[in-house]
């Protein structure tokens, strides 16, 4: 989005895409909303989406995609070996990364599956800015552990520290002065660092992982799923990088990096997920685990018009006008709801708006998930569809009991260049009007608690009438009105 100053000097995110294809959405009445969530188990992954109108479940393979994507895939090359499609994306990966050696894979957590696999062993430490969900499942899986060292402001709900993301290079000194490099056999930095809000880390912080990796012979490995935010960031908030181009910027946390992984679901706004590097010793040791797990080397279990979409979809994330748009839109909900004292993640990150649950229903206990109790009340008043962050989404320890999470949040995802600022609006809206009937929301309890993963297939119920008492206030509120 370009830099356009408004006459009204009101600050609006102008976007710089116009709409071709569209697709048409429902928004159901409360009174369906309720019963689609009584019947979802108060559990917003078990909607469906005929009754979701705003789903910001996530930004997982839900970014729209552009025309030249699309012109793109209509000229995929279908074989098995020897493609043109998968030289192309060969090709844009050598170009933008400097990297020689690229191996394609189905999806994000398949990288991690072949560089765990890899390079963990039991006993292995793996230190990282934060870890993902199925980063730490797959390092866990093959015996190793993960260590976090994030900075001290990386858990504060309400900070103006704008790179959350950072590693702790103190911390990364000890740990491997405590363990010793040999026990160590990559350091993980994840731009945008995903569960903390979006957040990203700076050039310079990455500089100085770089440096201790150096002196202790220890790999560098970007996760750079969500690099296109924490590349917007750069050029945002760090003075030094203010004149540079993405590409620039690119290219230098690239050279800094001895492997790259990312899911093609978020960067690339397709769906799949590749590795690359210039080691040719790293590369032949994970090329057999491609061809194990994902397909032949020309396509890694990818479809090759994904291949092409991902492919285009790179050169575009170049262009600091496409990659700026989820990060101002957030931040346009993030200050709007601000300024009229909702609490939220702040500074404003990518992926999406996080509210913070632990002070929005400060009357509910941890036990009552909070959070899922926020994304059961949001999409009751307005059809939209958040992902509970919180104590539902951890699990119980060996002796059944909750393990309280660190932050209640509930996450609103703001897919790309997918919602019109109006819709947004509309978010902002519903929200302003829940936090002042705040005091009706109440907790939830599971009825059926499955033993792993429980967020996404567990059900609950309301620990009292609160729904009902909702709809209540909202229909004398809003009269008429959806
Ligand atoms: C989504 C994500 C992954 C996993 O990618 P999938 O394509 O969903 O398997 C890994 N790391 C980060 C930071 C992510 O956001």
């Given at each position: 989005m370009l830099n356009i100053k408004f006459y009204n000097e009101e600050k609006?995110?102008?976007?710089?895409?116009?709409?071709?294809?569209?697709?048409?959405?429902?928004?159901?009445?409360?009174?369906?909303?309720?019963?689609?969530?009584?019947?979802?188990?108060?559990?917003?992954?078990?909607?469906?989406?005929?009754?979701?109108?705003?789903?910001?479940?996530?930004?997982?393979?839900?970014?729209?995609?552009?025309?030249?994507?699309?012109?793109?895939?209509?000229?995929?090359?279908?074989?098995?070996?020897?493609?043109?499609?998968?030289?192309?994306?060969?090709?844009?990966?050598?170009?933008?990364?400097?990297?020689?050696?690229?191996?394609?894979?189905?999806?994000?957590?398949?990288?991690?599956?072949?560089?765990?696999?890899?390079?963990?062993?039991?006993?292995?430490?793996?230190?990282?800015?934060?870890?993902?969900?199925?980063?730490?499942?797959?390092?866990?899986?093959?015996?190793?552990?993960?260590?976090?060292?994030?900075?001290n402001e990386a858990l504060k709900v309400r900070s103006d520290y704008p790179f959350k993301g950072n590693m702790d290079i103190a911390k990364l000194r000890d740990l491997i002065e405590t363990y010793g490099a040999e026990k160590i056999p990559f350091v993980r930095l994840e731009a945008g660092t995903n569960l903390i809000g979006g957040q990203p880390f700076?050039?310079?912080?990455?500089?100085?992982?770089?440096?201790?990796?150096?002196?202790?012979?220890?790999?560098?490995?970007?996760?750079?799923?969500?690099?296109?935010?924490?590349?917007?960031?750069?050029?945002e908030r760090e003075e030094k990088y203010k004149t540079k181009s993405i590409r620039e910027i690119t290219r230098e946390i690239a050279d800094l990096s001895d492997i790259i992984y990312f899911s093609g679901r978020k960067l690339g706004s397709a769906r799949g997920g590749g590795i690359c590097t210039n080691s040719k010793e790293i590369y032949m040791k994970m090329r057999e685990y491609v061809t194990l797990y994902e397909g032949f080397l020309t396509y890694g279990g990818m479809s090759v018009r994904e291949m092409e979409a991902i492919a285009v979809g790179l050169e575009e994330t170049m262009d600091e006008n496409m990659i700026n748009q989820g990060p101002q839109f957030i931040a346009y909900m993030v200050e709007e709801l601000q300024k009229k004292g909702v609490p939220v993640v702040t500074p404003a990150g990518g992926l999406g708006c996080h509210i913070d649950a632990m002070e929005f229903v400060d009357h509910l206990p941890q036990t009552e998930y909070p959070a899922g109790a926020l994304a059961a009340a949001l999409y009751i008043v307005s059809g939209i569809r958040g992902m509970e962050r919180g104590t539902l989404s951890e699990q119980r320890d060996e002796n059944g009991n909750e393990t309280l999470a660190n932050m209640e949040l509930l996450r609103l995802a703001m897919p790309r260049r997918v919602f019109t600022l109006s819709q947004v609006k509309y978010a902002i809206d519903r929200i302003l009007w829940l936090y002042e009937n705040r005091n009706l929301i109440g907790g939830l309890k599971f009825v059926d608690e499955p033993k792993v993963l429980r967020f996404f297939f567990g059900r609950l119920t309301a620990t009292s009438d609160w729904p009902s008492k909702l709809v209540n206030k909202f229909k004398a509120d809003f009269g008429d009105s959806l």
């Open positions: 609006i995110p102008l976007e710089m895409h116009k709409v071709r294809i569209v697709q048409k959405l429902n928004l159901p009445p409360i009174e369906q909303r309720v019963k689609a969530i009584e019947e979802a188990g108060y559990n917003t992954f078990l909607l469906k989406n005929r009754d979701v109108y705003l789903d910001m479940l996530t930004d997982s393979g839900v970014n729209a995609m552009s025309d030249k994507q699309q012109a793109a895939m209509m000229e995929a090359d279908d074989s098995y070996a020897g493609s043109e499609t998968f030289t192309r994306l060969e090709n844009k990966i050598k170009e933008i990364f400097g990297k020689e050696y690229f191996l394609p894979a189905h999806q994000g957590r398949a990288c991690e599956n072949i560089i765990a696999q890899t390079f963990v062993e039991k006993g292995s430490i793996i230190p990282m800015n934060y870890h993902f969900t199925t980063t730490l499942a797959h390092i866990v899986l093959n015996g190793g552990s993960v260590k976090e060292l994030f900075t700076s050039l310079e912080n990455m500089h100085e992982v770089r440096k201790v990796c150096d002196e202790f012979g220890i790999l560098l490995v970007l996760d750079a799923s969500l690099l296109a935010d924490n590349l917007y960031f750069i050029k």
